[in-house]
């Protein structure tokens, strides 16, 4: 929370900001945020303190934080089988990392406001007209012309409104022990896996979980309530402040502010100016934050934001996302990680291997590829083992559906497969079976470090 006792969610205004759109109609601007201002909030601070308890777990290697969803959302996608696609995929993730690893998973969406997007440049050239650039469905439409690209305010609104409906249908399918798919691991698409060399492993462990699940279920006699109840948290780029702004209040019985839009709002690499707008407004804000950090970054100013946002060294409230890239990882990550730890801040480490690994292909398709990601998931692991420091989640852009957007995984998607099905507007993601194959290799790097960790105590050189 802030040093200040003065802080208000609008006090961001008096600093320098950047990626906000200006919008041209003010008077509607005004009319907008009063509305926005007065909707009930999105989620509740108890489901926001929970996370951060829960976080806690994470950051002392007790939990493992599970971050995933679409680089960014749009209204259209809003439908039924793109939020189950969603939820499944991530669900199903949760259980093979959860089976692996013996831990729990926090389960955290890019959802239900994922909307705004940071862009390198203010316009882009469409077919020779020079046009505000689209800075995703909450801000303009991707539509080129002028018109439907001027900043519209009225998008908060529908944002708002598309997230309560994801929100609603996930807490229903959430809560409700609806996904006949969780009760029944056999059903899951596993044919992909034939050509890799983890195929029996994987389905041993497939197997294992549906003895499990019919070993609860038989001895709770209740096979719809076994289930029930996963718990789903959701999270976005806190880029709009107007939109996180007006979603920002004070709650019955408990000190300070909370951003209600979300649970886990996170800094993006580009607006977390350490004086800037951004971090003055998260500055404020009870709920836990995530800090995305990679080139280029000052070593020395990203600790002065960590204590910027976390002045009293809370356990649960920073989560450091780190996304150095394949080129940089072995320079920058050592390091940055030593001094974190020699100032003794609290923080759970998380892991991006997308933002630092993204390239064009000759027909100038945004992809990533497989191996990359997995290759800087396991330098982190390895880097935080050298450092006897210890990597607490992971954070992905990845979809429940059969997209070709990132080559490689099982199946050896290659870059001239990558036309037969790629939807995003955005950056490449995952796809079903890429998403699953990479929890599974994610889990066993996770127990490479846990067995290496015994053998290192079993040794007498520390636990
Ligand atoms: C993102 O998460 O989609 C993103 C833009 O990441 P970063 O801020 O790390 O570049
Ligand atoms: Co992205």
């Known amino acids: 929370m802030s040093t200040s006792t003065t802080w208000k969610p609008e006090d961001w205004k008096n600093y320098p900001v950047k990626q906000l759109p200006e919008y041209p109609d003010q008077k509607l601007f005004n009319k907008v945020y009063k509305e926005l201002k007065n909707y009930p909030p999105l989620v509740t601070s108890w489901e926001v303190e929970d996370l951060k308890q829960k976080l806690v777990d994470a950051q002392h290697g007790r939990a493992f934080l599970l971050q995933g969803g679409d680089c960014a959302e749009t209204f259209d996608n809003c439908t039924s089988p793109q939020i189950v696609n969603l939820l499944k995929v991530l669900l199903q993730m949760s259980f093979i990392m959860i089976h692996e690893m013996e831990i729990p998973v926090i389960r955290v969406g890019r959802l239900a406001g994922q909307y705004a997007k940071p862009r390198s440049s203010d316009t882009e050239n469409v077919n020779g007209q020079e046009l505000p650039s ?74 294992s979980i549906t003895h499990a699940v019919r070993f609860v279920e038989t001895i709770t006699n209740n096979n719809l309530n076994t289930l029930k109840q996963v718990q789903m948290y959701t999270s976005h780029e806190t880029l709009n402040l107007h939109y996180d702004g007006a979603q920002t209040r004070r709650v019955p019985h408990k000190d300070g502010w909370y951003n209600l839009s979300t649970h886990l709002p996170w800094v993006g690499n580009r607006t977390r100016d350490l004086d800037g707008a951004h971090i003055h407004y998260l500055s404020g804000i009870s709920n836990p934050i995530g800090i995305k950090v990679g080139p280029p970054f000052d070593d020395d100013e990203v600790l002065r934001l960590i204590e910027k946002l976390n002045p009293k060294g809370q356990d649960g409230k920073i989560v450091l996302i780190t996304r150095m890239g394949m080129n940089h990882i072995h320079d920058r990550l050592p390091k940055f990680i030593q001094k974190v730890t020699s100032e003794g801040l609290p923080v759970i480490w998380s892991c991006d291997p997308m933002h630092g690994n993204t390239y064009s292909t000759e027909e100038n398709l945004k992809t990533r590829n497989f191996d990359a990601i997995l290759d800087e998931i396991r330098t982190t692991f390895a880097i935080h083992r050298e450092e006897k420091s210890h990597l607490g989640g992971v954070h992905l852009e990845l979809t429940g559906d059969n997209v070709t957007e990132c080559v490689g995984g099982a199946k050896g998607l ?30 066993k790097e996770w127990k490479q470090t846990v067995s290496e960790k015994k053998q290192e105590s079993f040794n007498g050189v520390r636990v």
């Open 414 to 443: 290659k870059a001239d497969g990558l036309k037969s099905n790629y939807q995003t507007f955005c950056d490449p993601r995952l796809n079903y079976q890429q998403s699953l194959e990479m929890a599974f290799l994610i889990a």
């Open 134 to 207: 689209y800075r995703g469905d909450l801000i303009n439409s991707i539509e080129p012309t002028l018109e439907k690209r001027t900043p519209n305010p009225k998008r908060m609104l529908q944002g708002y409104q598309k997230s309560a409906l994801t929100l609603n249908f996930v807490r229903a399918l959430t809560e409700g022990g609806g996904f006949a798919d969780l009760h029944h691991p056999e059903y899951w698409e596993l044919d992909f896996m034939r050509r890799n060399k983890y195929y029996k492993e994987y389905g041993d462990m497939v197997n």
